[in-house]
C-alpha cells in the first residue's frame, strides 16, 4: 500500500475528523474569499473539497457547487455539514480521483483547487481543471511548498506534490489566460511555510 493510496486517505480523514471536532467552525480558506469574494454567483467546482468549508461558503454567497474529493469520509462529513447548513440543495457531492477525474468542459464560473496532493504530474492535472472553466470564468490553485523558505526546514507537504507557482503558470496557455495572481505567500502561523498562490482568469 502507497502512502496516498484510498484506504489511507479513508484512515487520515477519520483520524483528522476524530482530532478536530471544531473542524465545521473554520473559515473558508482566506485565498478563496480574497479571489471570489466579490465574483457573481454561478457554477463553481471546489476539486478536492475535503471537509467542505469552502464548498459549504461558495454555497452560502449562492453558488451552485460540485464538491469532488477522494476521501468518501471526508465527503460524508461535508454532506452532512451542509444538511446541518439547509445547503444540500446547493451542492453535488462528487466521489473522484484527482489524478484522473475530468470536469465538464467550460461549465464551471470558478474553479478552485486547494492543497491537493497531486497524483501525477501537476500540469496534467492543471490542465484537465482548466478545462472546465468557462469563458471569463475563474481558476484558482494553493499549494502548500515542502520546505519553509524561513527556516529550511520540511512543511506538512513535504512527502506531497502539490501545486507550484511555476507548474500551475506553466500549464496556463497565455493567448488563453489571463495571470491575476502568481506568487508565493507566507502561512499566517510563524515558520508554518509558505502557500503558492495562482488565480487566473479564462480569456473570451
Request: with cysteine.
Amino acid at each position: 500500500m502507497t502512502a496516498f493510496d484510498r484506504d489511507a486517505w479513508e484512515q487520515r480523514w477519520a483520524q483528522a475528523l476524530r482530532d478536530h471536532p471544531d473542524v465545521d467552525r473554520r473559515p473558508p480558506s482566506a485565498h478563496l474569499v480574497a479571489a471570489a469574494g466579490d465574483l457573481p454567483a454561478g457554477r463553481a467546482l471546489d476539486a478536492g473539497c475535503g471537509h467542505g468549508a469552502e464548498s459549504l461558503w461558495l454555497a452560502a454567497g449562492g453558488w451552485r457547487v460540485t464538491a469532488v474529493d477522494f476521501a468518501e469520509t471526508a465527503l460524508e462529513h461535508a454532506r452532512s455539514a451542509a444538511e446541518s447548513a439547509g445547503l444540500a440543495d446547493r451542492i453535488d457531492w462528487v466521489r473522484g480521483d484527482l489524478g484522473v477525474w475530468e470536469p465538464p468542459p467550460g461549465r464551471f464560473d470558478l474553479v478552485v483547487c486547494l492543497y491537493v496532493h497531486v497524483a501525477g504530474p501537476v500540469r496534467e492535472m492543471v490542465r484537465r481543471l482548466a478545462a472546465g472553466v468557462a469563458p471569463r470564468g475563474t481558476l484558482l490553485l494553493v499549494g502548500h511548498r515542502p520546505i519553509d523558505p524561513a527556516t529550511g526546514r520540511e512543511t506538512a507537504a513535504a512527502a506531497q506534490v502539490q501545486v507550484s507557482v511555476e507548474d500551475a503558470t506553466g500549464a496556463l496557455d497565455p493567448h488563453e489566460w489571463e495571470i491575476l495572481v502568481a506568487e508565493e505567500r507566507p502561512r499566517a502561523a510563524a515558520g508554518s511555510g509558505v502557500d503558492a498562490v495562482v488565480c487566473a482568469r479564462r480569456l473570451g
